[in-house]
Each structure stands twice: as structure tokens, then as C-alpha cells.
């Protein structure tokens, strides 16, 4: 038994409360000589103890001293005093255990509500990423559902932009709606880009490219700008944020619809 041993176990209060054994009586009694720190802790806690009992003391009715005093005027038998010291620190030390006991029982039961309420929050952030993970998936299968009507629609008209000698690894999949007038393209087979740089998207008008929207990668599934009487579908490498115009030399695929 060492000084860490008796502090982390609470071994001065049960020493203080006379509640260990007489070798382990012996033991701490050891401890304390050797460290004279330990000595100011136990008489802090006797003073703690003597103050709880003196605190918790419950003054005995009125009526007894009444009839004691009665008892001792009326009886012919000589009375030998009692000394009240004595009985008095009886009563103080049943006192200072009771509220011994109950300091540790309330120290435990404050210790057991605060692991319970670590427990509780754990379990409720759990909770809580469980759900939104839940969320998740419903929004991604609700997503998932809709793309998946709408390119198996029988107005939809399937293109496959393949890269071209500047970046041939490239592919983008478009599904062409002239009915519903929508453009869906799967961007899953398109190469990462720095982030300085972004794709976009062009319709070819007579010669003139409209802008269709810029093609960011957070998304496999996109839905782009309609452009009427569109002749090609060209993808270009623009300024991240998109261009208001093409840049023909970062044209890396297109198709002729």
C-alpha cells in the first residue's frame, strides 16, 4: 500500500472512519509518516466529518431534560453524574459515520449519473449520425430512382462523348430528351481536375455555343441546361466557375446529334 494507492482509492476516509483492518490500519499509518502531506488530508477529512455530524445533529426533545430534572429531585436514591462528554461524542461519532456514509454514497451515486449521462450522450450521437445516415440514403435513393426513370424513358435519346487525342481516358454518357426538353449526363468516367479548373458543357446553334451549365464532380448524375435546336454536345476545360464563352483549345470531347 502506497501514497498513489490510498489517494485513489479512498483509503484515508475508510482509515479515518476506523473501517479498515488492524494491519491495514498499520499500513497507512506507515504511509503517512513517510509522507507528512497525507497527514494535512486526514485532518481536513476529520474536520469534514465533524462538521457534517455537527450539521446533522438532531437536538433531543425539550421534554426530556424536563423529566430528568423532575426525576432527580424526586428520587432518594443518590444520582451520580454521567459525564456528557462522553456520551456526546458517542452521539457525534455515529453521526460523523452516518454522514460519512452518505458523503461517499452521494460522491458514488454524483459519479454513476455523470458516466450514465456520458453514456446517454454517446448513445444520442449515434442516434443522431444513424439518422442522418438514414437521410442520406433515402435522398440518394429517392435521387437514384428519379434518374433511373428518367433516362429509361422511351423519348430519350442516349449519346456517348468519348475524349479526344488531348484527353482520351474521358467519357461522359448524355441522355437527350426533345419531348420533356432535359439533359442528363453521367459524369462518373470523367477525370478529376485541379481545383483552378472545371468542365463545361456547350450546344452547338448554327455555329454559335450556348453555354449548358459547368459540370461539377461532386455528382455522378447531372442535370444540365435544354438548348433547342442543339446540332452537338461539346465539353470544354474551363476557369473553375465556368466561362461565358468556349475555350476551342481545352475541347476535350463532343458528339454531332
Known amino acids: ?3 498513489t494507492y490510498i489517494l485513489d482509492n479512498g483509503i484515508l476516509e ?4 476506523s473501517e479498515l483492518s488492524q494491519s491495514e490500519q498499520q499500513q497507512v ?22 462538521s457534517l455530524a455537527f450539521e446533522n445533529a438532531i437536538d433531543p426533545p425539550t421534554s426530556v431534560k424536563t423529566n430528568l430534572l423532575r426525576d ?13 462528554q462522553k456520551s456526546l461524542r458517542s452521539y457525534l461519532a455515529i453521526a460523523a459515520s452516518i454522514a460519512a456514509f452518505l458523503f461517499v454514497g452521494t460522491i458514488y451515486m454524483y459519479t454513476q449519473l455523470n458516466t450514465t449521462k456520458n453514456q ?11 439518422n442522418n445516415n438514414i437521410n ?16 429509361n424513358n ?3 435519346e442516349k449519346y456517348i462523348l468519348t475524349g479526344n487525342s488531348q484527353m482520351p481516358e474521358a467519357k461522359v454518357i448524355s441522355y437527350v430528351n426533345n419531348t420533356d426538353k432535359t439533359v442528363v449526363i453521367n459524369t462518373a468516367y470523367l477525370p478529376e481536375l485541379d481545383k483552378d479548373h472545371d468542365y463545361q458543357m456547350w450546344a452547338d446553334v448554327e455555329g454559335e455555343m450556348i453555354n449548358m451549365g459547368v459540370i461539377h464532380k461532386n455528382k455522378d448524375m447531372l442535370a444540365m441546361t435544354y438548348i433547342d435546336h442543339a446540332e452537338s454536345l461539346n465539353i470544354t476545360i474551363e476557369p473553375a466557375g465556368g466561362n461565358d464563352h468556349p475555350t476551342v483549345s481545352q475541347l476535350i470531347t463532343n458528339i454531332y446529334l
Open 1 to 3: 500500500m502506497d501514497k
Open 14 to 17: 475508510l482509515y479515518v472512519l
Open 29 to 50: 499509518q506507515r504511509v503517512i509518516q513517510q509522507h507528512p502531506e497525507l497527514k494535512t488530508i486526514v485532518e481536513t477529512i476529520e474536520y469534514s466529518f465533524e
Open 72 to 84: 432527580i429531585s424526586t428520587s432518594p436514591t443518590k444520582i451520580i453524574a454521567i459525564s456528557p
Open 120 to 130: 446517454l450522450k454517446i448513445v444520442e450521437q449515434e442516434n443522431t449520425k444513424l
Open 136 to 151: 442520406n440514403l433515402n435522398t440518394s435513393l429517392e435521387e437514384t430512382s428519379t434518374w433511373y426513370v428518367m433516362i
Open 154 to 156: 422511351p423519348d430519350v
